[in-house]
C-alpha cells in the first residue's frame, strides 16, 4: 500500500471561489502581509486583523467544497490512514468533502485562542466585538490562525510522514512560504515520488519529479484515479 501525503494550497479553493494570496485578485491585494498575518501586525492594529478574518469566516458559508477536494475525501475512503491531507488552508473545504485525515498546519478559520488561557474553541462569528473567552471569561480572542514568525501546527507528525512517504503531491500552492515549501525536499529525500500540480509552475517545481499544470478540479480527480488504478 503507497503511503501518500498531500500538500494543498490556496489554489485547491480557487474553483470553489476562495480567493487565493498571491493571484491578481488575491487577498492580499489592499492588504500587506505584515499588516494582517503577523502578531506584531494585531498589536498594532488589532481590529482590522479581527475584521479581516471576519470577513473570511463568514465567507465560508458561501462557498462549497470542489472536485479536487472531494476526489481527496474519495480516495482516503480506499486508503484510510495511508492517505494524509497537510493543508496552508483554513478554509474548512477537506472536511466539508469529507476528509477526516488532516492537519492544519496554518490553523483554522473556525477556530479562537484565547491570549489568556491559551484554549483552543470553534468559532463560527465576529470577534471584532472582543467575545469573551468560554473557559477563562477573560475578552482576548485571536484567530486560531499561524501568522509569519508563528510556529505552524503538528510539524513533528508532519515530518513523520514525509519520512515514511512513497508519494509526496503538492496541489495549489506557489511554493512561496516555509516550512511548507520545503517538504517536498524532505519527501524526495526519503524517496518518495514527487508530483506539483498546479495552475502555474511554482517556486519549488524544479524540486519536484513530475509537475503537471492546469486546474485542482481536474487534475486531483484524474491523479486520484491512477493512484486507485495503480
Ligand atoms: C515559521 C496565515 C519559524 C493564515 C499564513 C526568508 C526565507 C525563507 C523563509 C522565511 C524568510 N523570512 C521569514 C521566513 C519564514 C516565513 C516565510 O516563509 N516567509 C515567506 C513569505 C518568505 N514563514 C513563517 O513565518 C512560518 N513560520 O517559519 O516559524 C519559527 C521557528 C521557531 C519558533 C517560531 C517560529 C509561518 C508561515 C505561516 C504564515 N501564515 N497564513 C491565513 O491568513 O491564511 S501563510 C499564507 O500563505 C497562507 O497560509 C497560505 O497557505 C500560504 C501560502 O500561500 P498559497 O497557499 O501557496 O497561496 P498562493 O496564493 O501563494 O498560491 C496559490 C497557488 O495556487 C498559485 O501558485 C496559483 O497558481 C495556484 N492556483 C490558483 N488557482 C488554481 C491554482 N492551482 C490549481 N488549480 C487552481 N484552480
Known amino acids: 500500500m503507497p503511503q501518500i501525503v498531500v500538500l494543498t494550497g490556496a489554489g485547491i479553493s480557487a474553483e470553489s471561489g476562495v480567493p487565493t494570496f498571491r493571484d491578481s485578485d488575491g487577498l492580499w491585494v489592499g492588504h500587506h502581509i505584515d499588516d494582517v498575518a503577523t502578531p506584531e501586525g494585531f498589536e498594532r492594529d488589532r481590529s482590522l486583523v479581527q475584521r479581516f478574518y471576519d470577513a473570511r469566516r463568514a465567507s465560508l458559508s458561501g462557498v462549497e467544497p470542489n472536485a479536487a477536494h472531494r476526489a481527496l475525501a474519495e480516495l482516503e475512503e480506499t486508503m484510510g490512514e495511508a492517505l494524509l491531507v497537510v493543508t496552508q488552508n483554513i478554509d474548512d473545504l477537506h472536511e466539508r468533502a469529507g476528509s477526516r485525515n ?118 486531483v480527480p484524474q491523479w486520484a484515479r491512477e493512484i486507485l488504478w495503480s
Not at 498546519?105 to 462569528?125: F, I, S, T
Request: with cysteine; aromatic share 8%.
Open 102 to 219: 488532516v492537519i492544519h498546519m496554518h490553523g483554522e478559520l473556525l477556530k479562537a485562542r484565547c491570549r489568556a488561557c491559551g484554549a483552543v474553541v470553534p468559532w463560527q462569528g465576529p470577534l471584532i466585538d472582543e467575545p469573551a473567552c468560554p473557559l477563562c471569561g477573560t475578552h482576548d480572542l485571536r484567530p486560531d490562525v499561524v501568522w509569519f514568525g508563528e510556529m505552524p501546527y503538528e510539524m513533528e507528525r508532519i515530518a513523520d510522514a514525509l519520512s515514511q512517504a512513497t508519494h509526496f503531491l503538492s496541489v495549489g500552492t506557489s511554493g512561496a512560504v516555509y516550512p511548507a515549501a520545503g517538504f517536498v525536499q524532505h519527501a524526495r529525500r526519503h524517496g518518495a515520488r514527487t508530483l506539483e500540480l498546479n495552475l502555474e509552475p511554482s517556486e519549488g517545481s524544479h524540486f519536484f519529479h513530475e509537475s503537471r499544470l492546469g486546474p485542482a478540479g481536474e487534475l
